[in-house]
């Protein structure tokens, strides 16, 4: 079992909808949660982070955690060409310091 | 974010060579982490510098080493390159808010 796993997708939404990326980890001990997006050919950036369970909203952005579940989501709200990316979740392990474990992207598509 | 930088952008190399990453983070940010980032996965966590001293490592061959300087800037080593070395090499340095972590441009590395 992979430590964080996403679906790869591709994950095709319209423009102006509501996209939902899924995360699952398997270290019960994680503290801290991460989504990264990255555009081909450039470096992740980070977009939301999350530390409680619940949701946290940044804008068209909100964050889900549900520790009990061991799940990760990241909710796109109006949905934009420029959107479209690679979103990467990422895990703190909880028995190390700063060690971040990533899982391997869902690619998500928005049509016009 | 937290103005981090990697040169050289692009580098080729032949098997058996020796390669040196370098990574600049924006003053005050001591903490340096470097990963590896294949095409189409997440990135893989190498190791990780925090006062000139490799706190962290993960699942990476001896022959990745690195060191960080008095400046916390930093260097990532590969000797005796192969081909399945060939990937994205990115530097991240933690952030002020909590766990964050900021990655720089990257350094494309081909191996032929």
């Known amino acids: 079992q992979k430590e964080v796993e996403q679906n790869s997708g591709p994950l095709s939404v319209p423009e102006g909808a509501i996209a939902s990326l899924n995360c699952t980890y398997s270290?019960?001990?994680?503290?801290?949660f991460f989504w990264y997006r990255q555009y081909s050919g450039k470096s992740p950036e980070l977009i939301m982070f999350?530390?409680?369970?619940g949701d946290k909203e940044d804008g068209r952005f909100t964050a889900q955690l549900n520790k009990a579940s061991q799940y990760v989501s990241l909710l796109i709200r109006d949905s934009q060409p420029s959107d479209s990316a690679t979103y990467l979740c990422?895990?703190?392990?909880?028995?190390?310091?700063?060690?971040?474990?990533f899982g391997s992207g869902t690619r998500l598509s928005i049509r016009p | 974010d937290a103005g981090v930088t990697q040169s050289p952008t692009h580098l080729i190399k032949t098997r058996g060579q020796q390669v040196t990453l370098r990574c600049s983070p924006k003053?005050?940010?001591?903490?340096v982490s470097w990963y590896q980032q294949a095409l189409g996965q997440g990135p893989q966590f190498i190791f990780q510098?925090?006062?000139?001293?490799?706190?962290q490592r993960g699942n990476f061959p001896d022959r990745f080493s690195g060191h960080q300087f008095p400046n916390y800037s930093s260097e990532l080593n590969v000797n005796a390159l192969l081909l399945g070395d060939s990937a994205l090499y990115l530097c991240?340095?933690?952030?002020?808010?909590?766990?964050?972590?900021?990655f720089g441009p990257g350094t494309r590395l081909t191996v032929l």
């Open positions: 003053s005050g940010h001591d903490t």
């Open positions: 999350i530390y409680s369970n």
């Open positions: 270290d019960r001990g994680s503290q801290s």
């Open positions: 510098y925090y006062e000139e001293e490799e706190r």
């Open positions: 991240a340095c933690r952030g002020t808010r909590g766990d964050t972590q900021y």
């Open positions: 990422a895990v703190k392990s909880g028995s190390s310091a700063s060690k971040i474990i």
